[in-house]
């Protein structure tokens, strides 16, 4: 089985440009999360689709957009880049299982690494 | 409000010393999960373990050994006989039983260098 997916790995922008980074979930996933990690603030959750929706949102400016395709792809975007932005976006998928049973376990992609100058 | 400390920045031993990772952790919920996210140079996390909050049995996997306690609310980690590939950072992170599946609460990460 193929693991998480992410396009491009490394990119470098300028300041007030926008981006767009891909995630290919495993197979089957129909959940995909996205996590922004910075050596200052660590890991943080930015947001998680299901079903093509957005089911949560981390506390990052609207700058910070996301969606998911039909078949649990998904991409999300930076607008107007910051200095701040330079970090690795991390996608992540997991299966969602009805009712309250929750698999809990999070696979991730290697990562999408963003310089802004 | 939820948090996840790991205190430890940076851990340096040498090979085949056990070693252990603190995770101390806070949430109000009864029902939570707590994970253990190995990651490499590559920079993927890869998924060590999950427990769920009613269930503090011990588990060993191999090397690895996690020691979840609720009285002081640590989720600690050892790795016994490390080994040079143990090299990576370990992230501990909590989701709570009513938010969002994709949505952990990570540590900052203990830096674990094995030298041979």
Redesign the interface.
Same mark, same amino acid.
């Given at each position: 089985k193929a693991? %998480?997916t992410q396009t491009p790995r490394y990119l470098i922008k300028t300041r007030g440009q926008q981006v767009t980074l891909s995630c290919s979930p495993i197979s089957g996933h129909r /959940? %995909? /999360?996205w996590y922004q990690q910075t050596p200052g603030q660590? &890991?943080?959750?930015l947001f !998680?689709y299901?079903s093509e929706t957005q *089911?949560?949102k =981390?506390n990052f400016p609207g700058r910070f957009s996301g969606r998911q395709f039909s078949n649990s792809r998904s991409e999300m975007n930076v607008s107007t880049l910051e200095l701040g932005d330079s970090a690795?976006y &991390?996608c992540?998928s /997991?299966e *969602?299982l009805a009712g309250a049973t *929750?698999? =809990? !376990? &999070?696979?991730?992609? !290697? =990562?999408s *690494?963003l310089t802004v100058l | 409000a939820q948090k996840v400390t790991q205190a430890q920045t940076e851990i340096s031993v040498v090979e085949k010393e056990d070693v252990t990772l603190d995770c101390v952790y806070e949430t109000r919920d009864t029902t939570y999960y707590l994970f253990w996210y190995k990651q490499p140079p590559s920079g993927e996390l890869v998924f060590l373990i999950r427990r769920n909050s009613f269930d503090e049995q011990n588990e060993i996997s191999g090397r690895y050994s996690w020691n979840f306690q609720k009285s002081t609310s640590s989720f600690n980690f050892t790795i016994t006989a490390s080994q040079v590939v143990d090299s990576a950072v370990y992230f501990c992170a909590l989701s709570e039983q009513w938010g969002s599946q994709g949505n952990l609460i990570f540590g900052k990460g203990t830096k674990l260098s094995v030298k041979p």
């Open positions: 693991g %998480v /959940s %995909v /999360s660590g &890991l943080q959750f !998680e299901f *089911r949560n =981390g690795l &991390l992540a /997991s *969602r *929750r698999t =809990g !376990e &999070l696979f991730f992609g !290697e =990562g *690494r | -």
